[in-house]
C-alpha cells in the first residue's frame, strides 16, 4: 500500500458542494431550520447514552449545538451534515476537528461522528450516510486520514465501522466515565490508499433507489 503526497492546494471546505444523496437520505449542512426536527432526538438519552454528550436539556440547547456547527463549518474545522429522511433532519453526521497542518508537518486528517434518531435504528440508515461521508472526506476533500472511535458496548456504531472497512488500532482500555462505570473505547483508522480499494463498497448491501 503506497499513499499518494498531499494535495498541494488545502481546500476552502465552504467553497465545496457539500450537499450529499443517497438512496434514501440527503446529508445537508446543518442549519437553526434543523433544531425543531433535532431536538426530539438529541433529548433522548438513549440515543446519547453511548455519546460523549448528554441528552439535550431543552431546546436551547439544542440550538446552541446547531449554531457552533454553523460556525466550525465557516472556519473551515468541522462539517456537520443534518441527515434529512423523508423531508426531516433525523440525526447528524460530521467530520471533527479537520486539521492540515501542525507545524512543519501535513497531516490531512478528521474524525468522524454520527448519531440517528431512535425510532429510526437497525435500518441502515447510518451505514448509508456513513458511507456518503467517508467518501466525501476522501474523493471530495482529500483527506489521507480519517479517524473514528466508539464505546466498547455501542454494537451498532461498532457494526458500521468494520462495514466501512475502518483498521483497528487500540482498545483504550478504562477510558472514560459515564453513569457510574468506566468504560472502555476503541479506536480505528483508515488511510486514502484504504479507501481506494474498492471491494470494501461490497460490505454494505445498498439499497436500490426507488
Avoid at 483527506?143 to 464505546?151: P, Q, S, V
Avoid at 466515565?177 to 448491501?205: C, I, P, V
Wanted: proline letters at 5%; aromatic letters at 10%.
Amino acid at each position: 500500500m503506497e499513499s499518494a503526497p498531499p494535495r498541494p492546494t488545502i481546500p476552502v471546505l465552504s467553497a465545496l458542494p457539500l450537499a450529499l444523496h443517497t438512496a434514501r437520505l440527503v446529508l445537508r449542512p446543518l442549519a437553526e431550520r434543523d433544531v425543531d426536527d433535532l431536538h426530539p432526538h438529541a433529548s433522548d438519552p438513549e440515543v446519547s447514552r453511548l455519546m460523549s454528550w448528554n441528552a439535550h436539556a431543552d431546546r436551547r440547547e439544542t440550538l446552541g449545538f446547531v449554531q457552533r456547527q454553523v460556525e466550525a463549518l465557516a472556519n473551515g474545522s468541522d462539517l456537520t451534515w443534518a441527515i434529512e429522511h423523508d423531508g426531516k433532519a433525523c440525526g447528524c453526521i460530521g467530520l471533527g476537528g479537520i486539521t492540515w497542518t501542525f507545524r512543519a508537518w501535513r497531516i490531512d486528517r478528521a474524525e468522524l461522528g454520527y448519531w440517528i434518531a431512535r425510532p429510526l435504528w437497525g435500518q441502515g440508515l447510518m451505514s448509508e450516510a456513513a458511507l456518503a461521508a467517508t467518501k466525501f472526506a476522501f474523493d471530495t476533500l482529500g483527506l489521507h486520514k480519517l479517524t473514528i472511535g466508539c464505546i466498547e458496548g455501542n454494537v451498532a456504531s461498532k457494526r458500521i465501522i468494520d462495514k466501512l472497512g475502518f483498521r483497528f488500532l487500540a482498545r483504550h482500555e478504562d477510558d472514560v466515565w459515564r453513569d457510574g462505570r468506566w468504560w472502555s473505547h476503541l479506536r480505528y483508522e483508515m488511510l486514502a490508499a484504504e479507501w481506494g480499494d474498492a471491494a470494501r463498497t461490497l460490505r454494505f448491501n445498498r439499497p436500490r433507489p426507488t
